[in-house]
Nanobody, 124 residues
Framework: QVQLVESGGGLVQAGGSLSLSCAAS????????MGWFRQAPGKERDLVAL????????YYADSVKGRFTISRDNAKNMVYLQMNTLKPEDTAVYYC?????????????????WGQGTQVTVSS
């Protein structure tokens, strides 16, 4: 099993920045995909960004391109999400996700492991 723990959410004004971290522990894998999804009230869990643990390849949802940056530190089993120029529509619970698969899958059903989520609220 893989355990994921997010940290770093909070309240910020529109235009501001927040940084999220995800610590992986347990049966971590050297390859696979890690990433971030988010879920606003009454909405589905949507992809934010993905990163390959082995190649470092990255995928972003169109809604966050140019504003969010995903990165990883394999030695520390960490994944990060730097969020800049935040908008009220970015308000959601942000979840760290991991999969042993090595391809980018853009829907949440493909990810075996999840963190508990961290709230991000952007005020207008």
């Amino acid at each position: 099993q893989v355990q994921l723990v997010e940290s770093g959410g909070g309240l910020v004004q529109a235009g501001g920045s927040l940084s999220l971290s995800c610590a992986a522990s347990g049966r971590t894998f050297s390859s696979g995909i890690m990433g971030w999804f988010r879920q606003a009230p009454g909405k589905e869990r949507d992809l934010v960004a993905l990163i390959s643990r082995s190649t470092g390849s990255i995928y972003y949802a169109d809604s966050v391109k140019g504003r969010f940056t995903i990165s990883r530190d394999n030695a520390k089993n960490m994944v990060y999400l730097q969020m800049n120029t935040l908008k009220p529509e970015d308000t959601a619970v942000y979840y760290c996700a991991a999969s042993s698969r090595t391809s980018f899958y853009t829907t949440y059903e493909w990810y075996e492991y999840w963190g508990q989520g961290t709230q991000v609220t952007v005020s207008s």
